[in-house]
C-alpha cells in the first residue's frame, strides 16, 4: 500500500498527515471497486430486445441483458481530452507569463487522459443529474404560462439551463456570481437646483 498506516515508530507530527492519506488512498480504491462492478449490476442494465428467430453466433452466449449507457465510450473520450486541451493551454499560458521555456501540446498527438469505467460511471451521475434537473427546471417554467405553451420550448429549455448553471456556480464557485451591494454603500444622485439647471440650459 504506497498510503500505509501510522505505526507506534511514526513520528507524532506526521501521524495525522499518513492517516488522512490513507483514508483517502483506502476511499479512492473502495469507490472504484464499487463502480466498476457497475455494467454488471441490474439497475445499470436493460434488456435486449431481440428479432425473432435471431441465434447467438458459434461458441457465444446470447446475453439478455445490455449496459444502459447514456454516452458512448468514444463521447467520454472526446470530452476527457477536450478538458486536458483546455488545461494544457492555460498552464502553457501561464508559463509563458512567467517566462518559462516550455513545449506547447503536439498538434498531431494530444494528450487523450485514460478514463476508467469507475469514473466514466461517475461522469454519466453527474450528466443525468443535471439533465434531470434542467428538464425539471424547463417543465416548471413552462407551466408557469398554462395557456401559452403545451410542451417545454427551447426558450424554456434555455432559461432552465441559465438557472442551473448560475445555481452551480454560486454553490462551488469561489465567489457568487454577482455581488450586490447593501443600499448604504450605493451613492445617491445630487439634486440639481433650478438655477444651476437653468444656467446650464
Known amino acids: 500500500m504506497p498510503f500505509p498506516k501510522p505505526t507506534k515508530s511514526t513520528p507524532s507530527l506526521n501521524r495525522s498527515m ?10 479512492k480504491t473502495a469507490a472504484a471497486r464499487m463502480w466498476s462492478t457497475a455494467p454488471s449490476c441490474p439497475l445499470f442494465q436493460k434488456k435486449v430486445i431481440r428479432k425473432a428467430g435471431q441465434v447467438a453466433p458459434k461458441g457465444k ?19 476527457a481530452s477536450g478538458a486536458a486541451a483546455n488545461a494544457a493551454a492555460l498552464a502553457q499560458q501561464e ?18 487522459p485514460c478514463v476508467t469505467r469507475s469514473a466514466a460511471a461517475l461522469f454519466e451521475q453527474a450528466y443525468i443529474a443535471f439533465n434531470q434537473a434542467q428538464f425539471g427546471d424547463a417543465v416548471f417554467v413552462k407551466e408557469c404560462f398554462p395557456k401559452k405553451h403545451k410542451k417545454v420550448t427551447l426558450r424554456c429549455a434555455q432559461a432552465a439551463a441559465n438557472s442551473l448553471t448560475t445555481k452551480l456556480a454560486n454553490a462551488t464557485g469561489f465567489m457568487p456570481a454577482s455581488i450586490a451591494l447593501p443600499p448604504s454603500l450605493i451613492p445617491t444622485p445630487k439634486k440639481k ?9
Not at 21 to 26: D, F, G, I, K
Not at 66 to 75: L, P
Request: with cysteine; aromatic share 6%; glycine share 4%.
Open 18 to 27: 499518513l492517516s488522512v492519506l490513507n483514508t483517502t488512498y483506502q476511499s
Open 95 to 112: 508559463a509563458t507569463t512567467l517566462r518559462c521555456d516550455v513545449d506547447a501540446e503536439n498538434i498531431k498527438y494530444p494528450l487523450l
Open 61 to 79: 452466449k446470447q446475453s439478455k441483458y445490455r449496459g444502459n449507457r447514456a454516452m458512448s465510450t468514444h463521447t467520454i473520450k472526446a470530452l
Open 193 to 201: 437646483s433650478k438655477k444651476a439647471a437653468a444656467g446650464e440650459a
